[in-house]
T-cell receptor, first 113, second 108 residues
Framework: EPEVTQTPSHQVTQMGQEVILRCVPI?????FYWYRQILGQKVEFLVS????????KSEIFDDQFSVERPDGSNFTLKIRSTKLEDSAMYFC???????????FGPGTRLTVL | KNEVEQSPQNLTAQEGEFITINCSYS?????LHWLQQHPGGGIVSLFM???GKKKHGRLIATINIQEKHSSLHITASHPRDSAVYIC??????????FGTGTRLQVFP
């Protein structure tokens, strides 16, 4: 069964460093999402992406964040200058169309020291 | 106030018990999702509902659109059902809005 994959599974970085989290959505899916979950808290929406542009973004998704689909298969989330409070599990999700189920990747645990 | 509320927050059960987890929401939605999150953190979609009832194995999900309420039932619970169960709603746009989850532990 097709699945969403994410790399790396765990990323440790120093405050102020740039990180890129990578996702490979399911191949025939058209809508892509990033969510995050701070330890012990609920999952929060970051950004949605369709047709090579951002559809919607949350207040969390400030100028330090960006997303890209550089080659038609990968979907990346970049954090330019990480803060301690960016430490969280980041989930990528994709769906075929807006009436479909969202399929989640296994997550990347980001630790900012 | 959260747009999506779940109850209970924590639930323990003996193997074989019938379990119900509730979800209430305060906004108009296009669909409601039930998701399962295991201790490793991965999220698996169980159901997507816009009306009525769905069944998959020992899991049953129902939704009442008028009352803005959904329930997830697990029949004949098993220790492997132990996980966090999350209700999330879609409000006609792309994103999901998540509840805080219900932590279920099933003991042998």
């Amino acid at each position: 069964e097709p699945e969403v994959t994410q790399t790396p599974s765990h990323q440790v970085t120093q405050m102020g460093q740039e990180v890129i989290l990578r996702c490979v959505p399911i191949s025939n899916h058209l809508y892509f999402y990033w969510y995050r979950q701070i330890l012990g808290q609920k999952v929060e929406f970051l950004v949605s992406f369709y047709n090579n542009e951002i559809s919607e973004k949350s207040e969390i998704f400030d100028d330090q964040f960006s997303v890209e689909r550089p080659d038609g298969s990968n979907f990346t989330l970049k954090i330019r200058s990480t803060k301690l409070e960016d430490s969280a599990m980041y989930f990528c999700a994709s769906e075929r169309d807006r009436t479909d189920t969202q399929y989640f990747g296994p997550g990347t645990r980001l630790t900012v020291l | 106030k959260n747009e999506v509320e779940q109850s209970p927050q924590n639930l323990t059960a003996q193997e074989g018990e019938f379990i119900t987890i509730n979800c209430s929401y305060s906004v108009g939605i296009s669909a409601l999702h039930w998701l399962q999150q295991h201790p490793g953190g991965g999220i698996v979609s169980l159901f997507m509902l816009s009306s009525g009832k769905k069944k998959h194995g020992r899991l049953i999900a129902t939704i009442n659109i008028q009352e803005k309420h959904s329930s997830l039932h697990i029949t004949a619970s098993h220790p492997r059902d132990s996980a966090v169960y999350i209700c999330a709603v879609k409000r006609g746009t792309d994103k999901l809005i998540f509840g805080t989850g219900t932590r279920l532990q099933v003991f042998p």
